[in-house]
């Protein structure tokens, strides 16, 4: 049921977030990676028992689940509670306008100030405050996709929702936070939330994708897509910070040798987990350390081992230095290139690698995508944060001597 109503609490639940408070989550929302769902493990989870996922999903369109998907990944939150909540608010397929009440969208944000949604006129509307634009069009509440990201940073930011593989409390109470109660005369909101997040399958997301899904789980819409979900089995079982690896015994650089080394890494993951810990570098963010051992191990020449690279906007002015070149966000780029996310050379958020590219779309094989080594896509660079990107593409950068030479080209 939609528990849509003049009733609606949510904007009243928010309005004592101080402005101050709201401009950092802003400006830190940029810095936000986005994540695939981990194993749901811990004390606590009252739904580890709970049923797997039905053929409840199935009543979503595929690009309605994509977009629940993909929002869930880049706040890294459990996509059966997301879609649940939009089902409550909006229905599977739905395309809600402006309510009375000055809630607007597809999952109900307060939207109009000096509204019931929004009483006090001089203060910005929970939509000003939190919007995303996530397909590149400019945020609109209208947007379901806009919607639906925005819903995501609210239930992360603000409502308490914890990170993807939280317990069935913690999202039950989150639902209450989104709703303003939970529950009243209009509906028993957090208990249906929860319910129905069951039926899609809360508490074995994780365990869906790396079985390769069923016909009413998320792999639905990611086999639309022809993309399919990496396996954890196998990856690393505890490598040390700093462990070596083997390198290449081609011994020289080219696109190919650079994908082929960068697969050999599917899965892998840091240990202990949540320590940024890898074989790759350091204990810290490791995403361009990744992408630093796979070209070094390909042949690219780059001194001082990853740590220099640690930066995910270090691969930007290193090509220029050493005789490669970046790309603007509109090339074509070729396997092998870095693809760098953020908004400028002194603002990335993250940097991944092109295994494949066809038909203008392209495929990345991310490190720290998730905690492990993750492929992902296919995806349309222009749409690279609804794919769960923590960012629009910025630019590609081709390491050196791989363009000059035609390989992989």
């Known amino acids: 049921m939609s528990a849509r109503s003049g009733r609606r609490l949510l904007p009243l639940a928010l309005l004592a977030v101080p402005a101050t408070v709201a401009a950092v989550v802003v400006a830190a929302v940029a810095g936000l990676v986005g994540a695939t769902a981990p194993c749901l493990v811990g004390g606590g989870n009252a739904s580890a028992s709970g049923p797997r996922a039905t053929g409840a999903a199935r009543q979503f369109p595929p690009p309605r ?3 629940f998907m993909g929002a869930a990944r880049r706040f890294d939150i459990s996509w059966p509670f997301l879609a649940s909540i939009g089902v409550q608010e909006c229905g599977y397929d739905g395309h809600c306008g402006l309510a009375p009440s000055g809630c607007a969208g597809v ?3 307060a939207y109009v100030r000096g509204s019931a949604c929004s009483p006090d006129p001089s203060v910005p509307t929970i939509w000003e405050t939190y919007k995303v634009d996530a397909d590149g069009g400019g945020a609109s509440i209208f947007d379901p996709a806009d919607a639906i990201f925005t819903a995501a940073r609210i239930l992360r ?4 929702a914890p990170p993807a593989g939280g317990s069935y409390a913690a999202y039950h109470e989150a639902a209450c936070h989104y709703y303003g109660a939970c529950a009243d005369g209009v509906a028993d ?14 508490g074995h997301e994780d365990a869906e994708l790396a ?41 020289g650089a080219s696109g190919e040798e650079i994908v082929r080394i960068a697969r050999s890494q599917l899965g892998e993951a840091e240990f202990p987990p949540g320590s940024n810990c890898t074989k790759y570098g350091p204990c810290v ?96 660079p222009a749409l690279a944060e609804l794919e769960g990107e923590p960012a629009p593409i910025f630019a590609y950068a081709e390491p050196p001597g791989v363009g000059q030479t035609g390989a992989a080209r």
Request: include cysteine; aromatic fraction near 10%.
């Open 107 to 109: 999952m109900e944000i």
């Open 189 to 202: 909101y957090a208990d249906e939330v929860m319910a129905r997040a069951l039926e899609f399958g809360f």
């Open 157 to 160: 930011k603000t409502m308490g």
């Open 65 to 67: 689940l994509h977009i």
């Open 285 to 380: 963010e490791w995403c361009a350390l990744f992408v630093a051992w796979v070209w070094q191990h390909a042949g690219v020449e780059m001194a001082g081992g990853t740590s220099p690279y640690a930066y995910s906007g270090s691969f930007y002015g290193w090509v220029k230095e050493h005789g490669g070149r970046d790309l603007q966000p509109t090339a074509t780029p070729s396997p092998g290139d870095a693809v760098m996310f953020g908004y400028g050379p002194n603002d990335m958020d993250h940097v991944g690698i092109v295994e494949s590219v066809f038909g203008g779309e392209i495929v990345t094989i991310d490190g720290n995508f998730g905690d492990h080594v993750s492929r992902v896509g296919p995806l349309s």
């Open 211 to 251: 079985a390769g899904g069923t016909e009413a789980a998320v792999p639905v819409a990611l086999k639309k897509k022809g993309r399919r979900p990496v396996s954890r089995v196998g990856g690393s079982q505890g490598p040390a910070c700093g462990e070596a690896a083997a390198t290449s015994t081609t011994g």
